[in-house]
């Protein structure tokens, strides 16, 4: 922090408001996101951040603070490894490129900004305009997922229904008109575009998404499910679910199809999707951060029930696991009795796995980039941990 780069660097300049360390947002940001991830600074700064959290959670730490609760960065508690690894994961996977040089950072953002300012409706939203107002107090209102963000995850759930009704008795003939039009683009003509673009960052997107996904049916984030049904909807092509490149971090993807009966795609909301994520990392041996789902769709054949698909990306040394968690993942009864110890009050608690594939959909090569990683840093921050322990806080003098 107190390098020549940082200290010259618009991210901690003081007109900015300290950028790295939480200040407010200005043009440097908000213009271009990217502009993070050249600067100098931000590549070696955030290395030694996660080397200093990786630290802070260390037992020789623990032992010196005791009971106490303080910490080096001044929080109630230590980061957990766990925490400590999203992030890493998280900082490194922004300041990836795809094919076209675009930083995932930046694709991220067209994307948000072309939902904020969409110009034109899409397809969907026009032909439900009508389903979706009513009347309320003299004036016209609409029925909107800001409501109720659960439909966002799936508008064919329950839980979308009953929050729906909630809002105005109206609102439910506007969710029937979602479910029953999802032939029709839901993006705009700009939002399509913005995504069209993303390359490899859409697969970045579902790992990122794994990383920060709820369990909550009141989540107000749209999973990757809900935006690879999307891309169906729209005819978007072009997309990879493979993630961008690392920096010097090999990663490997494992892609797993099942299909569920004694389950309807109305019953299967955010919890349920919780359920499969947990039981299929138990029945695979790695973290539920590790999984995203990626599309839910309704199966019609015999037995009426869900087919879910979801992807593993496995980072680092995990990589080499890839054909062990294929297995796992393939292992009908192992996954049926992991899902259905998941959680007692979801809807799959008593579903039946009554097919489930998996496939390695390959492996990406780390880039010959620096990297944000503690891996290299280990060594030593183990030596001084104890040393770096004792002291609150550091000072630029």
Known sequence: MCSDSCLNSKLFSRRSGRRLLGGSSDSY?????SAVCTDPCFQPFMS???GYMTTAASTECAAAFGSSGRRLLGGASAPSAAETATLEKTIASLCVQNAAGAYCVDAFSAMDTASSSASTSSPLDTACASACSYTSGGSTAKCSTANCPVCDENVRSADCKTCALS??????????????STNLCPLSDSEKTALSGMGCCYGTGFMLAALYDSSSTKSSSM??????????????????????????????????????T?????????KEQAAVVKGLASAAS????DIAITRVSETTRRNPGVQVNSQTTLTGAEAAKASAVQTAMSNQAAVQTAIQAADATSNVASATVATTTATNAGTVAGTPAASVSSAALATRFSAAAFLLCIFPAFICQ
């Not at 790695?286 to 951060?289: G, P």
């Open 167 to 180: 809002v105005n008795s109206a609102c439910g003939a506007c969710v029937d008109c979602y479910k029953n």
């Open 48 to 50: 030694a951040m996660i």
């Open 29 to 33: 940001m908000s213009k271009s996101p």
């Open 262 to 270: 004694g389950v309807t795609i109305d019953q299967f909301g955010s």
């Open 223 to 260: 999973g990757a499910a809900a935006l690879s049904s999307m891309v169906t909807a729209c005819g978007i092509t072009g997309l990879t679910t493979l993630p961008c490149g690392l920096s010097g971090i090999e990663q490997a993807v494992v892609e797993s199809t099942m299909t569920l």
């Open 286 to 289: 790695i973290a539920q951060s």
